[in-house]
Nanobody, 120 residues
């Protein structure tokens, strides 16, 4: 069974850093693309970073220059490096990935979410 498992969330002080991981398990050929979303209490889920199959990246204005998205296909894992964290970055972070599961098949999958809390 193909699934995405996230890790790396936690409590960090303002100005600190965290690296979120999103590991694909099961029968995976490659991670074709990935997006990281976040949802704060009482707010809609929003896209904060994405990376395409051509490794082109895009960032929400709120995180540009502070967050970096990447994929390591050798490890079937995607990452979101978050630096200079602010209290307003507090949210549950979700990864969403387009996975190549066979030569002829691909699908879209969501992780379970990981809590990031930025507070002093």
């Amino acid at each position: 069974q193909v699934q995405l498992v996230e890790s790396g969330g936690g409590l960090v002080q303002p100005g600190g850093s965290l690296r979120l991981s999103c590991a694909a398990s099961g029968s995976i050929f490659s991670i074709n693309s990935m997006g990281w979303y976040r949802q704060a209490p009482g707010k809609q889920r929003e896209l904060v970073a994405s990376i395409t199959s051509g490794r082109s990246t895009n960032y929400a204005d709120a995180v540009k220059g502070r967050f970096t998205i990447s994929i390591d296909n050798a490890k079937n894992t995607g990452y979101l490096q978050m630096n200079s964290l602010k209290p307003e970055d507090t949210a549950v972070y979700y990864c969403n990935a387009g996975l190549q599961t066979s030569r002829w098949r691909s699908g879209n999958y969501w992780g379970q979410g990981t809590q990031v809390t930025v507070s002093s």
